[in-house]
């Protein structure tokens, strides 16, 4: 199969596990300031990455490459929540414009099945930008009222 396609492969491998990571953090940060109700949706989002990631090395793995283990960048850690809803949205951002160039790129490849796996994370993602989208909107309308709903 195409080293393109497996290469596009482990850069999204990559940058789930930095989501993985960064969404963890902040569900550790968020639990222990008492913010149990975002913190456990971020741990919920963070698990659905680890499912991305794994979907991903299974693919790299059936195409002969080596899925790759190290995060795309380091984990931001103390951000308040604004920051931390801000820099996911960037993380989405970004996901969902890789996966849709990777989706084309793969049928240009003739690889059906990985641009499949892209066009399947890229739905996945586009829920997640949403949800941190309507939050920032909240904690801007609303401020520290909606941030304190969070609590609990």
């Not at 693919?59 to 820099?87: E, Y």
Request: glycine share 8%; aromatic share 6%; charged share 30%.
């Amino acid at each position: 199969m195409s080293k393109k396609v497996i290469d596009l492969l482990n850069q999204a491998r990559e940058r789930e596990l930095h989501a993985i990571m960064s969404y963890m953090v902040q569900h550790y940060e968020l639990d222990d300031a008492g913010y149990d109700k975002l913190g456990s949706r971020i741990k919920e989002i963070a698990i659905a990455e680890m499912k991305h990631a794994e979907e991903l090395g299974e693919r790299i793995l059936f195409l002969g490459g080596v899925p790759a283990t190290k995060p795309a960048a380091d984990v931001k850690k103390g951000l308040s929540i604004p920051d931390m809803m801000k820099h996911d949205i960037g993380l989405e951002t970004d996901a969902v414009k890789m996966y849709n160039s990777s989706a084309v790129t793969c049928a240009a490849e003739g690889d059906n099945v990985s641009k499949a796996i892209f066009e399947k994370l890229l739905d996945d993602e586009e829920g997640h930008l949403d949800e941190f989208q309507k939050t920032i909107e909240h904690i801007e309308k609303l401020g520290d009222v909606y941030i304190n709903s969070l609590i609990g």
